[in-house]
């Protein structure tokens, strides 16, 4: 007889963890596709959400986001701008991108300090490559015990799959016999998986005979059950779950241990359990989501654990829409309270049993599951094939980077030989231009750094250095913005079929022909609140309208009062004269001189040719930047902002920007100049909105392409609750 302990409300043990709930953020990421071609974008858009609350997160600004080839290195890497918990962007794919399988990479630098991220599975095919064929593997046929291992003993739940060369399911029927041949179990596949219960014992070997589609018999052994192993059951059970952890039984063996429910940030239950003693869960006291269930002996080792599902699956419904082509539809959205909604229509593609798989196997799970990746009967048989891999929950008592609440955040660190101070010395990031881009920072008594960059778009070539007159010279180590390394995700080969073959022709001549006429469909930027210092009190130097000295030394001694230089060709002092009115406040000594916004040292400029400078601009006066002071600055520009020639000294940074954001093209099949412009969209639809108003509807226009479309709408409501509608959409 089993014993009961019923759970009515989960107590965290850990009180300090109640503390941590809302610092834990996730990303929800959208994409157009699953499979693209050659000269086609990966569009994307991200919710960012808090994990506690469900709601959209305001902790992080910036969004980065990778696309990984299969042995896990980033093909393109781009940050973007988060507002209100949203940020969309866009890969391109150019014809240097090999054919493969490749992993779509979303996080915030503050999902970082706890290995979190979301990530997607993406098929590239390259028609502009030659196309060679990998030889075929034998089809497979792979057992998957709930536990991880056969237990001894007990009853274990076992799911068998048989995949093909692509990990496409492969049906067949088979008998599971003991020994000598006594049959156990009957077993029909769907789509390749199958289930069956089996009581082993420890010392038998257990084969299955199957027969495949063609009516061939096959004999293959099952794994060894364990007689020191310990099982965990997962029964679905109505509004509830039934936990329970099982064992064969020994005078020798340890008959109790913790159970430990969690997800990956918070443990909801944690309590003393004896073997083959059961746990009922009802599954409105857990959020929804996927969670483990651990079970430790008492010295604190695991010894095993289980994933399940709480939630229900999202449906598509049963009703379609019929359009004509460059037709308007507009749909309303049914739910008027959710304060986020989008509506994105793409091609209906046909769902690959190894996709699904690799879906489920994402660290993070988007929520609600759909019932074309996997059904509510069968979630459970998925999760036990599936391979998240979650870190042991602990408590973070210390975190390594910062939210970047408002602004990018880059951190590094300086060394010096010889024991030279690396404390408390300002550290200068500066892109050239004729604009100031700069950040500084300060260093901590290890020689850390923290720079705050303001809305910088585009990729920029920057230089990083030491404000130090003395000579010292230091070395500037600057850690990666993105994950330097992850884990083997799984991959999957490509589908190369005929049926696939010629889609991925007509795709590619489709893309050539809207590509054609790009010029015509172009996406509209939004507007770049780009930060730049902006110095009022500069008096500016036009050399153009003096005499032009040979040296910058006489440019300074004859032209520029503000500024005092040393008359020794030995020397390399300047010092910038404040106006009577600040004599009696107390220079620091200290003062920034840049040279087309780089930071540069006196020697530098007073070697540098006064005929390739346009203007010199002098502040005489305190100024602030940050934490730090200066009695002024001396800025040296040349016409074009470009350096001509100036070679800064510094650590060279190539700094990655922010995507610039836009708003994508959608055609209006009104205008009489739309009708002999070529229309071969896929992606109908692409919008997003801040707020769905009661009765409001969501338009867009159908393209020339025919066929069948997933409208899927979706929506944020005020508690946090995750909301989609699946519709399809005919176009005639």
């Known amino acids: 007889m089993w014993k009961y302990s019923f759970i009515s409300l989960l107590i965290v043990v850990h009180l300090s963890a109640n503390a941590q709930e ?46 990984l080839d299969d042995a896990q290195k980033p093909i393109l890497q781009s940050k973007v701008k988060i507002e209100n918990g949203q940020g969309a962007g866009d890969f391109f794919i150019t014809s240097l991108i090999e054919s493969g399988s490749y992993q779509l990479v979303a996080y915030t630098g503050w999902m970082k300090n706890f290995g979190d991220y979301y990530h997607v599975p993406i098929s590239i095919y390259n028609p502009f490559e030659e196309y060679t064929s990998t030889p075929l593997e034998d089809a497979k046929m792979n057992f998957h015990p709930e536990s991880g291992s056969l237990v001894a003993g007990v009853k274990n739940k076992v799911v068998v799959r048989y995949t093909n060369h692509l990990l496409e399911g492969i049906d067949f029927k088979a008998k599971i016999v003991d020994d000598v041949g006594n049959t156990l179990a009957d077993i029909a596949s769907k789509k390749g998986m199958a289930t069956f219960y089996l009581t082993p014992d420890a010392e038998t070997q257990y084969r299955m005979v199957y027969e495949e589609a063609f009516g061939d018999f096959k004999f293959i052994n099952l794994p060894m059950a364990c007689k020191d192993c310990i099982g965990i059951s997962v029964v679905d059970v109505s509004g509830s779950f039934v936990l329970k952890v099982s064992r064969q039984q020994a005078a020798s063996i340890e008959n109790k241990g913790i159970l430990k429910i969690r997800d990956r940030y918070k443990v909801y239950l944690q309590e003393s359990l004896g073997l083959d003693k059961s746990i009922i869960i009802e599954k409105k006291n857990i959020p929804s989501g996927l969670y483990s269930v651990e079970y430790f002996d008492t010295k604190g080792k695991m010894q095993a654990n289980r994933l399940f599902y709480n939630g229900q699956i999202a449906s598509p419904s049963l009703e379609k829409i019929r359009s004509k ?268 001189v840049l040279f087309d916004g780089i930071l540069a040292s006196p020697k530098e400029v007073l070697e540098y040719s006064p005929y390739n400078i346009s203007d010199i601009q002098i502040l005489g006066e305190r100024y602030y930047i940050g934490a730090a002071m200066f009695d002024g600055i001396i800025s040296l520009k040349t016409k074009d902002g470009d350096l001509y020639g100036f070679k800064p000294q510094g650590t060279k940074y190539n700094y990655k920007g922010l995507q610039r954001q836009k708003i994508y093209f959608s055609p209006d099949h009104d205008q009489p100049k739309e009708m002999r412009i070529p229309d071969r969209r896929k992606i109908l639809s692409w919008q997003f909105r801040d707020i769905a108003h009661l009765n409001q509807k969501l338009g867009f226009y159908t393209s020339d392409v025919v066929g069948t479309f997933e409208v899927l709408m979706t929506g944020i409501g005020p508690s946090g609750e995750l909301v989609q509608e699946i519709r399809t959409l005919v176009v005639e």
């Open 22 to 67: 809302n610092i834990y953020e996730e990303v929800l990421l959208q994409t157009s596709g699953d499979r693209f071609v050659s000269g086609d974008r990966i569009l994307f858009h991200a919710l960012v959400r808090s994990k506690a609350t469900g709601k959209l997160s305001n902790l992080s600004s910036i969004l980065y986001v990778e696309l």
């Open 325 to 592: 082509q460059r037709t308007m539809v507009e749909l309303p959205w049914q739910h008027s309270d959710n304060i986020v909604s989008s509506i994105v229509v793409k091609p209906k593609e046909s769902i690959i049993s190894s996709p699904a798989l690799n879906k489920l196997n994402s660290q993070l799970i988007s929520l609600p599951l759909r019932s074309d990746l996997v059904d509510q009967a069968n979630i459970d048989d998925w999760l036990i094939l599936s391979k998240v891999g979650w870190p042991e929950w602990l408590l973070i008592d210390t975190v390594a980077t910062m939210p970047e609440y408002r602004n990018d955040l880059l951190e590094g660190v300086i060394r010096a030989e010889n024991g030279a101070n690396i404390s408390n010395q300002i550290v200068v990031f500066s892109i050239p231009g004729k604009a100031y881009e700069m950040s500084l920072a300060t260093t901590d008594p290890q020689g850390k750094f923290l720079l705050n960059i303001e809305e910088v778009s585009g990729d920029k070539e920057g230089y990083i250095r030491v404000l130090d007159f003395e000579g010292t010279e230091y070395q500037v180590e600057m850690n990666s913005e993105f994950y330097s390394e992850y884990p083997n995700f799984e991959n999957w080969p490509l589908r190369y079929d005929s049926l696939t073959v010629v889609q991925i022709q007509q795709e590619s001549i489709g893309l050539q022909i809207e590509n054609a006429y790009e010029h015509l469909k172009k996406d509209a930027m939004l507007y770049d609140q780009q930060v730049q210092y902006e110095i009022l009190n500069f008096k500016n130097y036009h050399l153009d309208e003096y005499t032009r000295f040979p040296t910058m030394r006489d440019v300074f001694i004859e032209l520029i009062p503000e500024v005092s230089v040393s008359k020794s060709d030995q020397k390399y002092d300047l010092r910038i004269n404040w106006p009577e009115a600040l004599t009696y406040f107390k220079q620091s000594g200290s003062y920034l």
